[in-house]
Nanobody, 115 residues
Framework: QVQLVESGGGLVQPGGSLRLSCAAS????????MGWYRQAPGKQRELVAS???????TYTGSVKGRFTISRDNAKNSWNLQMNSLKPEDTAVYYC?????????WGQGTQVTVSS
């Protein structure tokens, strides 16, 4: 089992920045892909960004050039730096870890972009 704890959500004005962090514990050696998903009200959960153990990132089109995913191996964590935030980025953001056919989720953190 893998336990994931997110931090860093909040309220920010359009054009602002936020940094989300996900700390993993438990059977972390089984993790091969780390990522962030989000779910806005009335919409399906969608992949925002992911990164492999080989540090290969993937981004959904709407966040390319604005969001950056990175890993901190020493802290068993990964981060999502979100810049130039837009109201349409408002959602609950979920930390995700995958490996050996399993999927693990954090509890979610609210990100609200509003003036």
């Amino acid at each position: 089992q893998v336990q994931l704890v997110e931090s860093g959500g909040g309220l920010v004005q359009p054009g602002g920045s936020l940094r989300l962090s996900c700390a993993a514990s438990g059977s972390i050696l089984m993790i091969s892909i780390m990522g962030w998903y989000r779910q806005a009200p009335g919409k399906q959960r969608e992949l925002v960004a992911s990164i492999t153990k080989g540090d290969i990132p993937t981004y959904t089109g709407s966040v390319k050039g604005r969001f950056t995913i990175s890993r901190d191996n020493a802290k068993n964590s990964w981060n999502l730096q979100m810049n130039s935030l837009k109201p349409e980025d408002t959602a609950v953001y979920y930390c995700n870890a995958e490996g050996l056919g399993y999927r693990f989720w954090g509890q979610g953190t609210q990100v609200t972009v509003s003036s």
